[in-house]
């Protein structure tokens, strides 16, 4: 399948102890079924703490709730809850209305290390 009409990708990198995903596009069913198992993978390395960074989400529908739910659900619990990093008002109006709000801690920006840190150790787009 040619990978120019995948609607989302995933890139993740590490910053001092805590892993950094960073969704793009639209998380729906077909991105929960595409990104679950890379994800699940990254997460099964035993990380402290999680970062998600949803700036880029252009759509947030149930496929994509499940999938950030599976995040929380497998991440490492040391250092609290997985945090989501988001300044769309419908993306958190989708996540509020749901009442998926409660079990992150959402943010409004990218905490400052990881703000400097722009290198990614990679990049997914299921092939």
């Known amino acids: 399948m040619d990978t ?3 609607t989302f990708a995933l890139r993740h990198h590490m ?12 998380l729906d069913a077909w991105a929960d079924l595409e ?3 890379r994800v699940a993978a990254l ?7 999680v970062l998600v ?3 880029s989400v252009t759509f947030l529908d149930a496929g994509g709730l499940r ?8 991440s490492p619990r ?4 997985v945090r989501l990093v988001l300044d769309s008002p419908q993306i958190l109006r989708v996540l509020r209305i749901t009442g998926v709000d409660g079990v992150f801690t959402v943010l409004g920006e990218l905490p400052v290390p990881f703000a400097a840190d ?7 787009v299921p092939a």
């Open 43 to 49: 997460l099964r390395r035993r990380r402290r703490a």
């Open 35 to 37: 990104l679950a198992p």
């Open 78 to 81: 040391r250092k609290g809850r």
């Open 15 to 26: 910053v001092a102890d805590t892993l950094l995903l960073e969704f793009h596009g639209e």
């Open 67 to 74: 999938l950030l739910l599976r995040i929380s659900e497998r």
């Open 53 to 55: 960074d949803l700036r």
């Open 4 to 6: 120019r009409h995948f």
């Open 118 to 124: 722009d290198t990614p150790d990679d990049t997914d």
